[in-house]
């Protein structure tokens, strides 16, 4: 990683052992999210004397804990090695190719076609509109360093998609990382990506594994929350479906990692559509 990313990036308590692209993908670098994730000065040594404090005091690559910061690592790293800006990279290579409307620059897209995210308040039992959802960041992309600035984006999951678009997207992967005719990511990749590193949490590369969102099925994928929007994304490589199932606001109540609501949603879609 920090030859990749132009920094040192090293537990201190771990020094000896480098924490690699590959960490991050899986959510084992033993980095954590203590100092925040949207900009690249709270990890780098050369910026902050408190740089120590993002890493957990285990091992790196010996346990996961999911860590927004590990992504908006990983986006800046395309984008230096690319030498594209990160939003444009992904708009060329993954967006256009599969013709998906989204993107994570919010100036470069249609605002008649968002939809207004709301954060739901427990102690008042209300909903309140969260604007921040669709904050442009004007200023600091005016200001931005290429290979630098790239948290400002979100690669984490700042993409504004609909669930239509991200369910093509979704074809892409559960079919060996082809879609629209295209491919996007070579097999051997794409399945790479579905295997488990983590066993207990069933974690690959950006893709998750679970068994219990249906009981007995087995399905890869992931979920997204942010602004009161919770989404879920999850297909079965083998038997070719899947679903997509997006809020704009509800009660947040979750079971092992999945939004309540959205599990019934998948249940339902699950028998509805699969099962019978």
């Known amino acids: 990683m920090s030859d990749l990313i132009g920094f040192e990036v090293l537990n201190p308590v771990y020094p000896q052992i480098p ?17 925040g994730y949207f900009a690249l000065d709270s990890v780098n040594p050369s910026k902050t004397q408190n740089a120590a404090q993002c890493y957990n005091k ?3 690559g010996s346990r996961y804990q999911y860590c927004n910061l590990n992504f908006n690592m990983v986006g800046t ?25 989204g993107g994570y620059c919010i100036d470069s897209l249609d605002k008649k ?14 909903f309140t509109a969260a604007p921040d959802a669709y904050n442009p960041r004007r200023e600091q992309i005016g200001d931005y360093i290429m290979g630098y600035s790239t948290p400002v984006f979100s690669p984490t999951g700042g993409m504004k998609i609909s669930a239509g678009d991200l369910a093509r ?16 990511i070579p097999e051997k990749y794409a399945k790479l990506m579905r295997q488990p590193l983590s066993e207990e949490e069933g974690y690959g590369l950006a893709l998750t594994n679970v068994s219990d969102l ?17 989404s879920a994304m999850f297909f079965n490589p083998k038997e070719k479906f899947g679903f997509v199932v997006i809020t704009n606001g509800c009660k947040p109540g979750q079971t092992k990692g999945i939004t309540n609501l959205l599990a019934d949603c998948v249940n339902l879609l699950y028998q509805e559509f699969v099962a019978r």
């Open 19 to 35: 924490i690699t692209l590959k960490m991050l993908l899986s959510h084992r670098s033993s980095l954590n999210d203590s100092r």
């Open 58 to 60: 285990y091992q790196p």
């Open 169 to 184: 997207y979704m074809m892409m992967h559960m079919n060996g990382g082809k879609g629209n005719g295209k491919r996007i």
């Open 77 to 101: 790293i395309i984008e230096r090695v690319s030498g594209e800006r990160f939003d444009q990279y992904v708009k060329r290579h993954i967006l256009d190719p599969l013709e998906l409307h």
């Open 214 to 230: 249906i009981k007995g099925v087995h399905l890869t994928g992931h979920t997204g929350s942010a602004y009161g929007l919770y």
């Open 113 to 126: 076609l968002f939809a207004t995210l709301y954060e739901y308040d427990m102690s008042k039992e209300s």
